[in-house]
């Protein structure tokens, strides 16, 4: 933390608490305080370490300012060489700053003042810095043996009053020898929801998924961070993926059962293929079945010709990383916010040959008009329209599932979403025959499980059509539910026109806000993944009543956490 010289010991307490609070910590998880070296002595610091009963810490100019900070200021940079001091001390001090980097507990700890910044050991716990430099940690229940190497996770950024400046840093251990950008996180004892019973008492489950996520591309947009990186590792309420709740449905559960005995015999797609014809009018040589959507991008980019393919933005990024994995150059169509994300066919490239878009759109939620995409399509173009979530949309109007007459359609579809089979991976492609026979010579043998072919039959049928379009009615409730309760707060911006299964909203600041919402026991989509869109918005999942109005409560929480 830092504090400017002469600031009060109850000055620099009075930020300790709040950071501690929006933390949800007590000042009992409080170890240390840390600063920049040449302000450990300052009074106020000091005064407030006294009271909290722990030692303060200092660290050299040079080892703060080789820290690098997510929110940098000029001034510090200027005076210390340091673009935060309070990040930086305690992003150090949460990585193990006392050097042997040995120490225990589910210990969290915090920093204030003027140049401080707090720390804990390489222990299980958090460390927060404040203003120019302070760091403080909490320990755990005392005893001290050899551990882990530990990485500094940003529990809460910088928090400043007019004189004193704190951040909030959580340590978690990284297994030994896995130093890589892509090292895993040794595994907690158990998840976090706020209140729940065995959940942590005091301390939050710090998150760090996304920053396992690592993913080489051309821009800062993590292409390959997808919802269930969110809630992979810890127990939170899932509002960042887009799968439907209590699903799949009894009914199906049996069916994918029964099929296990079949497990011995290789699988056989004709009789799912054809459901998936009749099901949408269609010849089954107009039919590919595959695993998931997702499959679906890479065959595309790796079977079918392509010398500008153009991928519309904000959408789903699996298309444009399959692309890219795939050799190939990508454009980017970025619709606007201020049109609402909506398409304007005349953006997309005349000479592009390959054209992807979503609708409704991931993770805008817009439906574009079924004529706006058609106008896209034309002879030496191939068309990619993502329906994965057209089946949560009231009579799937604007699906262009079935149209034979436009060159170069290809529509996908996902049996994800609306029954819950994500771990199961079925989708299927509807497209020219001569583009479905391109398509499945780039598939491995038996590229689709027995029991994913027999969901497949199974959810095409009339009585699972007309569960489904019940479904997407209720979600349409359930998503107005949300979008007027999030109409209550003046910080948050709803894209207009929902009609998919989430909305994007804009906050200032959404990615400190995502972060506390985490604390509170909430799992929000992040939404800088997206090309066209930054660390300002969130994708929030549809969910039912009871679960929206408690959300809607911890978002209150959080937003007034940041003040």
Request: glycine content about 10%; overall charge neutral.
């Amino acid at each position: 933390m830092g504090a400017r010289s002469g600031v009060p010991a109850d000055e620099v307490l009075a930020l300790v608490d709040a950071v501690l609070a929006e933390a949800g910590l007590a000042r009992t998880a409080v170890r240390s305080l840390a600063t920049l070296d040449a302000r450990a002595a300052e009074p106020g610091i000091a005064g407030a370490a006294a009271v909290l009963g722990v030692p303060v810490r200092g660290f050299a100019a040079g080892k703060l300012a080789a820290v690098s900070v997510p929110h940098p200021s000029a001034r510090p940079l200027a005076t210390t060489g340091t673009a935060s001091v309070a990040e930086a001390a305690a992003l150090l001090a949460a990585g193990g700053g006392r050097g042997a980097g040995t120490g225990t507990g589910a210990g969290a700890s915090d920093g204030v003042g003027a140049g401080a910044d707090t720390g804990t050991d390489a222990g299980d716990g958090a460390s927060a810095g404040v203003g120019a430099g302070a760091v403080s940690g909490v320990g755990g229940d005392g005893v001290v043996e050899p551990v882990a190497r530990a990485r500094g996770v940003l529990l809460v950024p910088k928090r400043k009053t007019r004189r004193v400046t704190c951040a909030l840093a959580a340590s978690v251990p990284v297994r030994p020898r896995e130093d890589a950008p892509g090292a895993r996180l040794l595994p907690r004892t158990h998840g976090y929801i706020a209140g729940e019973p065995g959940s942590p008492p005091t301390i939050p489950t710090p998150h760090t998924t996304a920053a396992m996520d690592m993913h080489t591309h051309t821009d800062a947009h993590d292409l390959r961070h997808h919802g269930d990186a969110e809630v992979r590792d810890e127990k939170l309420i899932d509002l960042a993926v887009n799968v439907r709740t209590d699903t799949p449905p009894d009914w199906l559960r049996r069916r994918i059962a029964d099929s296990l005995t079949g497990l011995a015999a290789y699988p056989d797609g004709r009789v799912a293929r054809a459901a998936v014809a009749e099901r949408h009018d269609l010849p089954p040589n107009r039919v590919l079945l595959t695993a998931g959507a997702a499959e679906a991008f890479v065959l595309i980019a790796r079977a079918l010709p392509a010398r500008r393919p153009v991928v519309v933005h904000p959408q789903f990024t699996e298309p444009e990383a399959a692309l890219r994995d795939a050799g190939h150059a990508v454009d980017r169509v970025l619709l606007r916010e201020e049109d609402g994300f909506r398409l304007d066919p005349a953006a997309v490239p005349e000479d592009a040959d390959l054209v992807v878009i979503g609708n409704p759109t991931n993770p805008t939620s817009v439906l574009h008009p079924a004529a706006s995409i058609a106008a896209l399509a034309r002879p030496g173009r191939t068309l990619v329209v993502d329906e994965a979530f057209m089946d949560a949309v009231p009579g799937e109007r604007e699906s262009l599932a079935g149209r034979t007459d436009l060159p170069g359609l290809v529509v996908l579809r996902s049996l994800t979403k609306t029954w819950g089979l994500a771990g199961l991976r079925i989708g299927y492609v509807l497209a020219g025959p001569e583009t479905v026979a391109a398509l499945e010579r780039a598939q491995p043998l038996w590229p689709v499980s027995t029991p994913a072919l027999v969901a497949a039959e199974a959810c095409m049928s009339r009585a699972a059509l007309a569960e489904a379009e019940h479904a997407a009615h209720r979600i349409g409730m359930e998503r107005a539910h949300l979008l007027a309760g999030l109409a209550e707060f003046d910080e948050v911006r709803t894209v207009a026109g929902a009609e998919a299964p989430f909305v994007l909203v804009r906050i200032d600041g959404a990615d400190a806000v995502r972060e506390r919402l985490r604390s509170l026991g909430f799992a929000a989509r992040r939404g800088d993944t997206f090309p066209g869109l930054d660390r300002n918005w969130l994708r929030l999942a549809v969910r039912d009543r009871a679960t929206t109005n408690r959300f809607l409560q911890a978002l209150d929480q959080a937003l007034l956490m940041g003040g």
